[in-house]
């Protein structure tokens, strides 16, 4: 730690370890791939960094030490392109190799103001693809309101932190939310136009189908339900 003083403020402690914010970005985003929710496989990850353009630094996959990997290869350098950010992940989200049947999300960092493009289109098309946006504004330049817009389109939510500290907690929130997102579910039973139903129990009949809001369905908490 470096201890500077501050006048009558006191002494400003920096910690030298935690490095500029893109390390301490890269700490909190490989907690976030090791969080204990996840199950590789099924579920997927990828990487996708932005700067003047985008790239898509990892493809999805299972392989959580190719996450980290990734993660760590990234260098700060050139402007804001979040629309490139948002338009490389969406891709991939939207790719051959996407389990089509997963709940997809993308969680975007950023710790300034577009300069280059337009993220509001960019987010409308993650959304037109179902595709949820949790964003994070990190550090005192960040665009709060453009970060909170993102969100709103996409139907995510916006955090703002202001170290590492705070970075690690907004990132284990949101991998706990998305865990709680993906863990609760609906189990549709198709029933023929020509059956009666006499007793649907829990169910709702929505579009031709037997809808149970089965809540949350672990290993550990299996559901079931009845009906006639």
């Known amino acids: 730690f470096a201890h500077l003083p501050a006048r009558s403020m006191g002494v400003i402690v920096i910690d030298t370890v935690a490095g500029p914010r893109i390390n301490n970005a890269k700490v909190a ?37 190719d996450i980290n990997a990734a993660i760590d290869s990234l260098v700060a350098s050139g402007s804001t392109n979040i629309e490139s950010g948002i338009e490389a992940a969406t891709t991939e989200l939207t790719s051959i190799r996407a389990n089509p049947n997963a ?85 549709y039973v198709p029933i023929s136009s020509a059956a009666l139903i006499a007793d649907a129990n829990s169910g709702i009949i929505i579009d031709g189908n037997l809808v149970f809001d089965a809540g949350s369905i672990t290993p550990d908490s299996p559901w079931q339900a009845t009906y006639k």
């Open 103 to 187: 709940m997809k999300f993308q969680v975007l960092l950023s710790d300034g103001q577009s300069n280059v493009g337009d993220s509001t289109i960019a987010a409308q098309t993650a959304a037109a693809s179902k595709i949820k946006i949790y964003t994070i504004g990190f550090g005192a330049d960040a665009s709060v309101s453009e970060l909170t817009n993102i969100a709103n389109i996409t139907d995510g939510n916006f955090y703002y932190a202001t170290d590492q500290n705070a970075l690690q907690a907004i990132y284990s929130l949101i991998a706990k939310q998305i865990q709680d997102s993906a863990n609760d579910s609906n189990v």
């Open 29 to 65: 985003a490989k907690n976030f791939a090791d969080f204990n929710g996840w199950s590789l496989p099924p579920d997927q990850m990828g990487v996708a960094s932005f700067s003047d353009s985008a790239t898509l630094n990892q493809q999805l996959t299972t392989n959580k030490a």
